[in-house]
């Protein structure tokens, strides 16, 4: 037996009992393994020291140092606290969405249930390791997960602290050795990846390229997004500090997230639309690929309020068509154009977004709720920043990724896309053959019952 079978097989039989469980245990692993992360905190960003080190005498490129870097402001906090409120959160795991008599003392019942064994890909991002953690234990699943080799040496500490606690305490909680297990080569993931009989979800958080590979290279369902090419409508009838303050957080809150903003479309019939840029590139740093027609128009604006000056200039660039409305910039770049009409939005986003989230700035219902409507993506937003898109931020407790399908889960994936549903029949012996379709007389109720009613 190859070790992905046996990492496979361990994950299976450790689902088969974490999905048996209570809440209380649980939640219980969760608190415990808070309070070791915390408590190890210095060996963890020593660790994370290494790795950044690493990282910039490699050249890595910005954008994937910022996400390696797990103490740069309270992302170390942030990540503590979503186990906790991972933990807090109502169990996913059992609850009635259906009831249904068939017939006297013969009841169909929909519950949710954990999906299994799921398998998360991940690159420089070191905090994924807490935030599946948390997710998978809490939802009954077991997780199999494996880093980026820029993170290695913070990912190794967190796992040992991980699988330290789950093993000192599983005579306490229940929870199995085996719920989480982290691996570390490429030959892993690719033996792992062949598995189809015992890992249930593989989700990749990473790059376009690291999602394309492995959704070609598995038998087992992908729940994932290749790209995060965002974009920000601004309206004629949009609000102009509405307007430049959710520009302005959406493309520099975290350039390198996958829920920045790299499209800004701009109505030419909003007035003073030039400050939108010009604050972009003064307070956000930010260089804009313009296209000729925004070009054109942006200087004579500038020109004719004797605005234009060398700095603007070096924050200015011609936008390449071919690529830059397609793609992820990942840092303090963003292209523009014009589009003249909520309709004409909707289209250019919908034929280059990447189905991620999109938000229009307006104060007019109408084409607010035309927007809405019209934009096939995850998220969809009026008068708010794209950086809402986010598990925490959603009330998830985390995240275990961003799912831009439209199967099974879509958006932020917290809790409920971990869970998917069974039916159960509690009967008292009947048989199918006693009933009409199936060579008997007796009729079926189908009534339904007020789920709220329900106890099980």
């Known amino acids: 037996m190859s070790s992905s079978e046996e990492i496979a097989k361990s994950a299976r039989k450790a689902g088969n009992v974490l999905k048996t469980l209570s809440n209380e245990q649980r939640s219980d692993i969760l608190f415990k393994i808070h309070d070791g992360l915390k408590a190890n905190k210095d060996i963890i960003e020593k660790a994370n020291k290494i790795d950044l080190q690493v990282a910039e005498e490699t050249g890595l490129s910005s954008s994937l140092v910022k996400r390696l870097d797990l103490f740069k402001g309270d992302k170390f906090e942030s990540m503590l606290e979503g186990i906790k409120d991972v933990a807090n959160l109502e169990d996913p795991v059992g609850v009635v969405k259906m009831a249904r008599e068939l017939d006297e003392g013969l009841t169909l019942y929909q519950l949710t249930a954990p999906v299994g064994v799921i398998l998360v890909i991940f690159e420089s991002r070191p905090e994924v390791i807490a935030n599946i953690t948390a997710l998978s234990i809490k939802s009954g699943n077991a997780g199999i997960l494996k880093g980026g080799k820029e993170s290695v040496n913070t990912f190794r500490e967190m796992a040992k602290i991980i699988n330290a606690i789950i093993e000192e305490n599983e005579s306490i909680t229940g929870?199995?050795?085996?719920s989480v297990q982290l691996v570390e080569?490429?030959?892993?993931?690719?033996d792992l990846l062949n598995q189809d009989d015992y890992i249930d979800l593989v989700v990749p958080r990473g790059s376009n390229a690291l999602v394309k590979q492995i959704k070609s290279s598995t038998k087992i369902p992908v729940l994932g997004h290749a790209d995060g090419i965002c974009s920000v409508y601004i309206d004629d009838k949009a609000d102009l500090e509405k307007a430049k303050r959710i520009s302005l957080d959406a493309k520099?809150?975290?350039?390198?997230?996958?829920?920045?903003?790299?499209?800004?479309?701009?109505?030419?019939?909003?007035?003073?639309?030039?400050?939108?840029?010009?604050?972009?590139i003064l307070n956000?740093?930010?260089?804009?690929?313009?296209?000729?027609?925004?070009?054109?128009s942006y200087f004579d604006c500038l020109a004719k309020s004797n605005l234009l000056n060398d700095e603007i200039k070096?924050?200015?660039?011609?936008?390449?068509?071919?690529?830059?409305?397609?793609?992820?910039?990942l840092s303090l770049d963003c292209a523009v154009k014009f589009v003249n009409s909520t309709e004409e939005a909707i289209r250019h986003i919908n034929e280059h977004s990447s189905k991620h989230t999109d938000s229009i700035v307006t104060e007019d219902e109408a084409h607010a709720n035309l927007f809405l409507k019209?934009?096939?993506?995850?998220?969809?937003?009026?008068?708010?920043?794209?950086?809402?898109?986010?598990?925490?931020?959603?009330?998830f407790g985390t995240e275990v990724g961003i799912s831009t399908s439209k199967i099974h889960a879509r958006g932020p994936v917290g809790l409920d896309g971990l869970v998917t549903y069974q039916y159960q029949i509690r009967g008292n012996g009947q048989v199918a053959g006693d009933y009409l379709g199936a060579g008997g007389k007796k009729a079926f109720i189908h009534k339904d019952i007020d789920i709220k009613t329900v106890n099980l």
């Open 374 to 395: 019209g934009i096939d993506s995850s998220g969809v937003y009026w008068n708010a920043s794209t950086r809402f898109a986010d598990g925490f931020r959603y009330g």
């Open 314 to 329: 070096s924050h200015v660039v011609d936008v390449d068509e071919t690529k830059d409305f397609d793609g992820e910039f």
């Open 185 to 190: 080569t490429r030959q892993d993931i690719s």
């Open 175 to 178: 929870v199995p050795v085996g």
């Open 284 to 296: 956000g740093k930010v260089t804009v690929h313009l296209t000729k027609e925004v070009k054109d």
């Open 252 to 280: 520099t809150n975290y350039p390198a997230g996958c829920n920045a903003m790299e499209t800004l479309l701009i109505n030419p019939h909003c007035t003073n639309w030039c400050d939108v840029i010009n604050n972009l």
